[in-house]
C-alpha cells in the first residue's frame, strides 16, 4: 500500500519565521511531487512541483526533495498570517497519494 | 478564464435519492478526476479518466459512477444516495494524468440525510 505520511499539526509558528513542513512517502520510485495549500473551506490550490532532487525556489517558498530519504519538505520564508491554512503533499505518478495535510498556524 | 466548474455548490438529499454533479475545464486538459473529502481522511479519489472516453476506478469508487461527456465534462453520479456519502466532492483536473498537477474547482458540499 503506497503512503504519504504527514504530521497533521497544527504547526505553530511566529510570524516572521520560516516554517517547515515535511512529507515522507513509501515507494521508492516515485517521480513527481506537489504542495497544495487548502484554506478552511475552500479548494486545494498548487504551490509548488518538485520532480527531481534538491532544492527549488518559488518567491518564499522552497520546496525541497531527497529521494533517497523519501521524503519532500516545504519551508515558508518570512511567515504571514496568510498563511495559516492545511498544507497537503501528493505523489502523482502511477498512482495519486495524497497525504492528509498539515496544518499551519502563523502567530501575529 | 473559470478553470474548473462545479456545480452544485450546495445539495442536501434524502437517503436514496439519486443526483448528478457536474465538472467542466475549460483548459484543455486531458485527465480528469473526483475526490471526496472527510474530516480526517484527506483527499480520496473516487474515479478518474485519463483521457476522453476513458474512466478507471480509484481509492472509493463504490456507490458512485462517473461518465467524461467530452474532453470538457466529467459528472459523478449518485444512484442511491447514502448518509455515508455525506461529504465534500472536488473535481479537478491536468495536463496529463502522470507527474502533472491538478486544478482544482471549488467543491461541492453535499449533505445526506
Partial sequence: ?????????????????????????SDRGSQSFFWYRQYSGKSPELIMSIYSNGDKED??????????????????????????????CAVNDDKIIFGKGTRLHILP | ??????????????????????????????????????????LRLIYYSASEGTTDKGEVPNGYNVSRLNKREFSLRLESAAPSQT???????????????????????????
Fill in chain 2, 87 to 113: 461529504s465534500v466532492y472536488f473535481c479537478a483536473s491536468s495536463v496529463e494524468r502522470v507527474n502533472q498537477p491538478q486544478h482544482f474547482g471549488d467543491g461541492t458540499r453535499l449533505s445526506i440525510l
Fill in chain 1, 59 to 88: 518567491g518564499r517558498f522552497t520546496a525541497q526533495l531527497n529521494k533517497a530519504s523519501q521524503y519532500v519538505s516545504l519551508l515558508i520564508r518570512d511567515s504571514q498570517p496568510s498563511d495559516s491554512a492545511t498544507y497537503l
Fill in chain 1, 1 to 25: 500500500q503506497k503512503e504519504v505520511e504527514q504530521n497533521s499539526g497544527p504547526l505553530s509558528v511566529p510570524e516572521g519565521a520560516i516554517a517547515s513542513l515535511n512529507c515522507t512517502y
Fill in chain 2, 1 to 42: 478564464n473559470a478553470g474548473v466548474t462545479q456545480t452544485p455548490k450546495f445539495q442536501v438529499l434524502k437517503t436514496g435519492q439519486s443526483m448528478t454533479l457536474q465538472c467542466a475545464q475549460d483548459m484543455n486538459h486531458n485527465s480528469m478526476y473526483w475526490y471526496r473529502q472527510d474530516p480526517g481522511m484527506g
